[in-house]
């Protein structure tokens, strides 16, 4: 399909602003090519993998210390997560709550938390490098031999650290072990049921294939860390809002070594509303899109730094919320076609039904029965899918900002609970969106039923038709 799809956009009869068009449809559909290309080997290869890692019963200087970072969030969602913590079946371990508040009220009960449950209490003077900085300030006084690092709203069971630390122990050059994090408030709306499966899809498949890779990045909880990795690197990034996967970029390039542990040791909140869930986005689009900057400044300065299967892990992870751009101008394609007749997509009939259908029927095959084998259902993937669609202005502005670096705001907590209507006004680039594509598939009907009939406005009419459905999502998912 795309050798046909290359061929015909070349030997296209386009006008200057057809031809321009075209090329960025044609990029759109390499940029999701690429991605689907390696979700499909990911799949592949967790079914061949069976390979065991190496362990070893931890010794008296296995000391652990639990950091539980903390930024004005509801006094039970900390307790909870500080109670798990201190539950948790190890011996050698110290738990500590990181109050970074600036509000006295969140201060208090940080303090009254803490010394109820037994944790220690680490506070600091400012918010200098947000959830990286307070972090990278405790880690320089601490002595414990790992880390491990739970966001306020996680609750680990308590077998976490006799299953991943005998792993730590076994390899020297292990720098952290990344492990899930599923949702369990799925049944509060339809958001954070949805916001479940699609963490399901990356934990599920990608994670595992970048942990073959060697090119598993830290998501920032549920995770520990070899103290010593860490400050190798001079500690946590600071100057993205993922400080996670900068700093594992950070690793990989010193030649540490990570893990993915396809087991959940940890339970979570899911972003409940579609305003805490563009949020989410939002940063971690932003984060990434910082990193794409310091990911080119690292290949053409020192391209010895990764290995060649690690730099095309990264630079997957580091490109993937522009797919945003890639669905504006898939979506561009049919409205501009209908209304203004620019055509930005070439190719023949027989040639469209002999590439693109069987394309498109081998993907969706491989998406929706890799993830059926995981007792997923195809109608809970197709609302991923839509839920995808409706972030892209979210995706777009994310990734222009993180790119041109103009990001003022930095790291920002996802709001917690309270599942509810968000204002239509709040939601405008959605309705815009969803009207534009209303308005060309009504168009495109009276084109076809009153004034012309070819292929070509059929098929625009018909992804238009599918573009509005998936749009039409967001009355479903803005519903208490």
């Given at each position: 399909?795309?050798?046909?799809r290359?061929y ?5 009869p ?9 090329f960025?449809f ?5 940029f ?16 061949l993998?069976?390979a065991?890692?190496?362990?070893k019963e ?18 039970e969602v ?6 798990t913590c201190?539950?948790?079946?190890y ?12 509000i006295e ?6 303090r009254?938390?803490s ?5 220690k209490i680490f506070?600091?003077v400012?918010?200098?490098?947000a959830?990286?900085g ?7 006084t601490l002595?414990?031999?790992y880390?491990?690092?739970f ?25 952290f072990?990344?492990t ?7 049944d ?8 479940h499966?699609?963490?399901?899809i990356?934990?599920e498949y990608i ?10 990045f830290c998501?920032?909880?549920?995770v520990i ?5 860490l400050?190798d690197?001079?500690y946590?990034?600071e100057d993205t809002?993922?400080e996670?996967?900068a700093?594992?970029l ?11 542990l ?7 909140m899911?972003?409940?509303d579609?305003?805490s ?10 984060g ?5 900057r310091?990911?080119?400044h690292?290949?053409f300065?020192?391209?010895?730094a ?5 730099w ?9 919320y ?6 504006f101008?898939?979506?561009?394609g049919?409205?501009?076609?209908i ?7 070439n190719?023949?009939?027989l ?5 693109f259908i069987?394309f498109?029927v ?5 998406f929706?029965?890799?993830m059926?084998?995981k ?8 609302k991923?899918q ?21 990001d003022?705001?930095g ?15 709040a939601?405008?680039?959605?309705l815009?969106?969803?009207s ?14 009153f ?6 406005l ?14 039409s999502?967001?009355?479903?998912f803005?519903?208490k």
């Amino acid at each position: 399909y795309l050798a046909i799809r290359i061929y015909y956009t070349i030997n296209a009869p386009f006008s200057t602003i057809e031809f321009i068009l075209g090329f960025f449809f044609l990029c759109s559909e390499v940029f999701i090519l690429y991605h689907s290309f390696f979700f499909f080997i990911d799949i592949l290869r967790e079914a061949l993998y069976d390979a065991e890692p190496k362990r070893k019963e931890p010794g008296k200087d296995a000391s652990v210390a639990i950091l539980v970072p903390a930024r004005h969030e509801p006094r039970e969602v900390v307790e909870n997560t500080l109670l798990t913590c201190i539950n948790i079946a190890y011996e050698n371990k110290t738990v500590y709550l990181l109050d970074d508040s600036s509000i006295e009220k969140f201060k208090q009960e940080a303090r009254e938390v803490s010394k109820k449950l037994g944790a220690k209490i680490f506070t600091r003077v400012g918010n200098r490098g947000a959830k990286a900085g307070i972090v990278n300030d405790i880690l320089k006084t601490l002595k414990e031999k790992y880390v491990v690092i739970f966001d306020a709203d996680q609750n680990p069971m308590p077998n976490f650290l006799r299953t991943l630390v005998p792993l730590m122990e076994g390899d020297d050059k292990l720098a952290f072990i990344q492990t899930p994090q599923f949702y369990s408030n799925g049944d509060a709306s339809p958001v954070a049921m949805t916001s479940h499966n699609q963490q399901a899809i990356f934990y599920e498949y990608i994670c595992l294939g970048k942990s073959l890779n060697h090119a598993m990045f830290c998501c920032g909880t549920n995770v520990i860390f070899r103290r010593e990795a860490l400050q190798d690197v001079g500690y946590f990034d600071e100057d993205t809002v993922t400080e996670d996967i900068a700093t594992s970029l950070r690793l990989h390039a010193k030649g540490w070594k990570s893990m993915f542990l396809y087991k959940a040791y940890t339970f979570g909140m899911a972003p409940e509303d579609l305003a805490s869930y563009f949020k989410q986005q939002n940063r971690w689009a932003l984060g990434t899109s910082q990193l794409l900057r310091k990911f080119i400044h690292l290949f053409f300065t020192n391209i010895k730094a990764l290995k060649p299967i690690q730099w095309i892990e990264y630079s997957i992870s580091t490109t993937y919320y522009f797919i945003g751009w890639a669905y504006f101008f898939l979506m561009a394609g049919p409205v501009m076609y209908i209304f203004f007749n620019i055509n930005s997509y070439n190719i023949d009939p027989l040639s469209y039904v002999f590439t693109f259908i069987p394309f498109l029927v081998l993907s969706n095959i491989v998406f929706f029965q890799g993830m059926a084998r995981k007792s997923y259902t195809r109608l809970n993937m197709l609302k991923v899918q839509m839920l995808t669609a409706l972030s892209m202005p979210v995706y777009l502005s994310a990734t222009v900002i993180g790119v041109l670096n103009l990001d003022k705001k930095g790291f920002q907590v996802t709001p917690k609970g309270g599942a509810t209507n968000v204002p239509l006004k709040a939601l405008w680039p959605q309705l815009l969106l969803f009207s534009i594509v209303i308005v060309t598939l009504l168009w495109g009907t009276i084109r076809i039923v009153f004034f012309e009939f070819d292929y070509m406005l059929v098929i625009n009419v018909i992804w238009t038709t599918l573009q509005a459905f998936m749009l039409s999502g967001l009355f479903y998912f803005n519903k208490k």
